[in-house]
């Protein structure tokens, strides 16, 4: 217990000096109280083996999303909370751990940090233990990604490859490529979803304005 009470004070302290880190991003935190700690804590040693006594993780790759949700503040709300919501019920039989992301980016461009970058966060199966998760608001056919958000995305995985070992950036709809990969803990063959975001073409135009990062190509099927 006394662990996870530094935890959330690390936490809480990483927030508040993170954002003297660069002034292109917001901090605005999703709730992270002692539930949301225990939960993450289960999720690693269920699904990955892995007995932690924190949910801490080392980035090995940033993994790009879209919400599917119009707006900023609803997808905000769909993260908030600690426990996943009734309507996630294709996932909410592999953990009651609600679905989070570490960067939340506007329609604008506006990037947001929810949550410490080294701290686990669910929203890619079998990776979440290695993996940076960045959100971007909308993906409908009503509110395609933006111009700005691309730009946002660039910037940001070129923000995060200056500071952690980044070997990947990836669509959310390529994780199954690493089904048989090092990084791959998922230990239900049976837990998989259907993605396509962010697209291939926003994919593609990510890693045109960050080949000189020299990532490694995401493994073929």
Same mark, same amino acid.
């Given at each position: 217990?006394?662990?996870? !009470?530094?935890?959330?004070?690390?936490?809480?302290?990483?927030?508040?000096?993170?954002?003297?880190?660069?002034?292109?991003?917001?901090?605005? =935190?999703?709730?992270?109280? !002692?539930?949301?700690?225990?939960?993450?804590?289960?999720?690693?040693?269920? @699904? /990955?083996?892995?007995?932690?006594?924190? =949910? +801490?993780?080392? =980035?090995?790759?940033?993994?790009?999303?879209?919400? *599917?949700?119009?707006?900023?503040?609803?997808?905000?709300? +769909?993260?908030?909370?600690?426990?996943? &919501? !009734?309507?996630?019920? +294709?996932?909410?039989?592999?953990? !009651?751990?609600?679905?989070?992301?570490?960067?939340?980016?506007?329609?604008?461009?506006?990037? /947001?940090?929810?949550? &410490? $970058?080294?701290?686990? *966060?669910?929203?890619?199966?079998?990776?979440?233990?290695?993996?940076?998760?960045?959100? %971007?608001?909308?993906?409908?056919?009503?509110?395609?990604?933006?111009? *700005?958000?691309?730009?946002?995305?660039?910037?940001?995985?070129?923000?995060?490859?200056?500071?952690?070992?980044?070997?990947?950036?990836?669509?959310? /709809?390529?994780?199954? %490529?690493? $089904?048989?990969?090092?990084?791959?803990?998922?230990?239900? +063959?049976?837990?998989?979803?259907?993605?396509?975001? =962010?697209?291939?073409?926003?994919? #593609?135009?990510? @890693?045109?304005?960050? #080949? %000189?990062?020299?990532?490694?190509?995401?493994?073929?099927?």
């Amino acid at each position: 217990m006394k662990n996870q !009470q530094l935890l959330i004070i690390l936490i809480c302290l990483g927030l508040s000096l993170s954002s003297c880190k660069s002034s292109k991003i917001i901090d605005r =935190p999703i709730d992270f109280e !002692q539930d949301r700690i225990d939960l993450s804590l289960e999720y690693m040693n269920e @699904r /990955y083996g892995l007995n932690k006594e924190t =949910p +801490a993780i080392d =980035p090995k790759m940033v993994v790009l999303h879209w919400t *599917a949700i119009p707006t900023l503040e609803s997808s905000f709300n +769909a993260f908030k909370r600690s426990i996943l &919501p !009734q309507s996630r019920e +294709a996932i909410s039989g592999a953990s !009651q751990l609600n679905v989070s992301s570490h960067f939340l980016v506007d329609r604008d461009g506006t990037i /947001y940090r929810l949550m &410490p $970058e080294t701290i686990m *966060a669910r929203h890619v199966i079998g990776l979440n233990h290695v993996a940076i998760g960045v959100e %971007n608001v909308g993906g409908t056919k009503e509110t395609p990604l933006t111009d *700005a958000q691309l730009q946002a995305n660039i910037w940001l995985v070129n923000y995060l490859s200056d500071k952690y070992d980044i070997e990947y950036v990836i669509g959310h /709809y390529e994780y199954t %490529n690493f $089904e048989d990969h090092e990084l791959w803990l998922e230990k239900d +063959a049976g837990y998989r979803t259907e993605k396509t975001d =962010p697209g291939k073409e926003f994919m #593609k135009k990510v @890693r045109e304005g960050t #080949k %000189n990062r020299d990532f490694k190509e995401v493994p073929s099927k």
